[in-house]
């Protein structure tokens, strides 16, 4: 993980809708970095595979998760990897980008804590995003490569903002039931 090349780092489940779409956008994150290769981006990838639902519509979506892993020619440019029972955090504090290219989502964690550790952010469109999230257009390959570029070249003194802290506003809200 402390090579040269910068990591970009990803998380989810490998999960389909009815559809057999992919919400968590594990596809279009290799599409994204495979074009990143081809156009001489040096990087690498990690993927962290929180789970996954085994069913024919999972099957199919790994079988292509597969084919395109293939067309990766270094192997030492991508990991995909099933975690359980581990903090997903020290490994993001050694990314250089985290990518969050989710068709649905809520109030992603691994965002937040990606901000906190000053990482560029780069995150679906979908829903509101913390501040400081670059936002690419949900479903746009290209959009999501050119903001992952621009998130490379970013150093930790450009980050936009500071995340807020919810620190006192979560113990206010917790001495309001438990201190009456």
């Known amino acids: 993980i402390r090579d040269t090349s910068p990591i970009i780092t990803f998380n989810g489940f490998i999960l389909c809708n009815e559809n ?11 599409k994204a ?16 595979l929180l789970g996954e639902v085994n069913n024919s519509k999972e099957a199919e979506l790994k079988s292509e998760i597969d084919e395109l892993t293939l067309q990766i020619t270094n192997k030492d440019k991508v990991l995909i990897t099933k975690v359980c029972n581990t903090e ?6 050694e990314s250089h980008v985290f990518v969050r290219p989710t ?30 999230t670059i936002l ?16 490379l070249k970013m150093k930790k003194s450009q980050r936009a903002v500071i995340p807020e802290s919810y620190y006192d506003a979560i113990v206010k809200v917790y001495n309001s039931f438990f201190l009456k």
């Open 33 to 48: 970095f495979l074009k990143l290769l081809e156009q001489g981006v040096d990087c690498r990838l990690l993927i962290l």
């Open 136 to 151: 690419y257009n949900s479903g746009s390959i290209d959009d999501l490569v050119i903001k992952i570029g621009k998130g």
């Open 88 to 93: 997903f955090w020290p490994i993001l504090k």
């Open 20 to 30: 057999y779409t992919d919400l968590y956008g594990i596809i279009t994150m290799l």
């Open 103 to 132: 068709l649905t989502d809520g109030d992603a964690l691994s965002i937040r804590e990606a901000l906190w550790f000053d990482i560029p952010t780069i995150a679906s469109d979908v829903v509101v995003r913390p501040q400081g």
